[in-house]
């Protein structure tokens, strides 16, 4: 029979799913526009709930659960799959169409079915390579580096690019960043406001 984790855990899929079926969780897109010319180049896909009581409410709110029983999966899965739906409407109208990131927790890039499911979103919304964006935080550097590699290699076959979030958040992890070929880097918050008395944040932003 199914141990009583076994149970909880298959109660908060089920909800989740209710939730996501219910539209339950909306994805809002976060742009990133350029300084010097005030455009649009991109955005970011965050995810958020609405709450019957409590209204629209962070992930800090639902992820922590999830990370409990190991699926936030489902959630990054539902950002991205919702970020394909949106940019293949927006082509299909005519919208000029810019790089949408979504993020992939540490849990999700060791989810056994990722790329069987990505590869299935890919077939299904057909969109040009390059507009959506795969982030992963610096801490994938404490993965096992021969999964991390193959998941990586995958994704990048598919057409997606790669990005490292909070990158400085771990000094020590600078070689995942050379090691797996990410097409970039989002500087973590600590390097900036840190740049102008830390020597190591100079040194690697080249400042």
Known sequence: GT???QRMEQRVIDEVNDLMERGKFLVYLQPKVDIHTGRTEGAEALIRQVDDELG??????????LEHYNLVH?????????TFRYQKQQMDEGHRVVPISVNFS?????????????????KK??????????????????????LLERVADCLKRLGFRLSMDDFGSHYSNLAVLIQYDFDSAKID???????TKNKKSRILLDY
Request: net charge negative; no cysteine; glycine share 6%.
């Open 56 to 65: 629209i409410v962070g992930p800090g709110m639902f992820i922590p659960v």
């Open 106 to 122: 540490k849990m999700t890039i060791i989810y056994p079915e990722l790329v069987e499911k990505v590869t299935a979103m890919v």
């Open 3 to 5: 141990t009583v984790m």
């Open 189 to 195: 918050r600590s390097m900036v406001t840190e740049i």
């Open 125 to 146: 919304y057909d969109i040009p390579v390059g507009l959506i964006h795969i982030e992963v935080t610096e801490t994938v550097g404490d993965m096992d580096h021969a």
């Open 74 to 82: 489902m959630i990054d899965l539902f950002v991205l799959e919702e």
